[in-house]
């Protein structure tokens, strides 16, 4: 399959003082969350491919999650914009796919709905929330079945910047988010690969040369408190431009945080 890819990145985080520094977050319109792209009909045929044929990959959920992915599906339907179409138990996609309403677990159904990965996180025993639920069709370098069921501390082990005080803030910021508070940061990856679905282990490295790097992957990750369950959504639109579209401006600041260019 040929590289999915956006023309353009509606934001540029490292451009944007309140996303540059960790954890970089800002406050989100629910008008703002779910994202209708250049890239839907791309990425969403490649979502609906993983989910059949590799779901073991992609979809995890555990025991307690269910309500939430319940309460999740019928916020996404509330907030699908006007490319889509409601018929009686189906949705209508904009790009002209029908998804069943029932038939399928909630947030397979769900994740059929948007350009997002949906990630479930509730509170753990000890207060920390925990990745209970997701469909993640689009890692970036990070494996589902390696982090499902664990705590944020131990999902982000692997990532440098993220030592116990950031792990404290990250865990504040998860208790503070209220469901009329959402809130959304976004962060900026080089890759020299344009897949989309790129899981790696923790053990295995990274093992792009420097300089070699032509696409930047960034996420535009949006936390939504569930009313009803508590739980917090954590979802992913992910972006894939070439790094040549990318405005002069864009370039030079991403230079000086990257040596790639």
């Given amino acids: 399959m040929s590289a999915i890819l956006q ?39 490649l979502r609906d491919q993983l989910l059949a044929e590799r779901p073991d990959a992609v979809y995890a959920m555990t025991p307690g999650a269910d309500a939430a992915a319940e309460e999740l599906l019928a916020l996404i339907l509330d907030h699908l914009g006007p490319g889509y179409q409601r ?3 189906q ?28 990630c479930i996180h509730q509170p753990g025993p000890n207060g920390e929330h925990v990745l209970t639920a997701a469909v993640l069709c689009f890692p970036a370098s990070w494996r589902l079945d390696e982090k499902i069921g664990r705590p944020l501390s131990a999902i982000h082990a692997p990532v440098a910047a993220y030592d116990a005080q950031m792990a404290a803030r990250v865990q504040r910021l998860f208790d503070a988010i209220r469901p009329e508070r959402p809130l959304w940061r976004q962060n900026a990856l080089i890759y020299a690969d344009p897949a989309l679905h790129q899981p790696r282990r923790e053990a ?58």
């Fill in 7 to 45: 023309q353009h990145l509606p934001t540029i985080p490292w451009l944007v003082p309140a996303l540059a520094r960790l954890p970089g977050v800002l406050p989100l319109s629910m008008a703002d969350w779910l994202v209708v792209d250049e890239a839907f009909d791309g990425q969403m045929a």
């Fill in 87 to 89: 018929q009686g138990d």
């Fill in 91 to 118: 949705v209508i996609r904009p790009d002209g796919v029908a998804v069943a309403l029932d038939g399928a677990p909630p947030l397979i159904t769900a994740a059929r709905l948007v350009q997002e990965d949906l």
């Fill in 204 to 261: 295995t490295p990274r093992r792009d040369a420097p300089g070699t790097g032509r696409y930047l992957r960034s996420e535009k990750q949006c936390f939504v408190r569930l009313e009803n369950t508590d739980a917090v959504v954590f979802s992913i639109h992910t972006y894939l431009v070439p790094l040549t579209a990318l405005p002069a401006q864009a370039r030079a600041g991403l230079a000086q945080i990257h040596s790639v260019l």
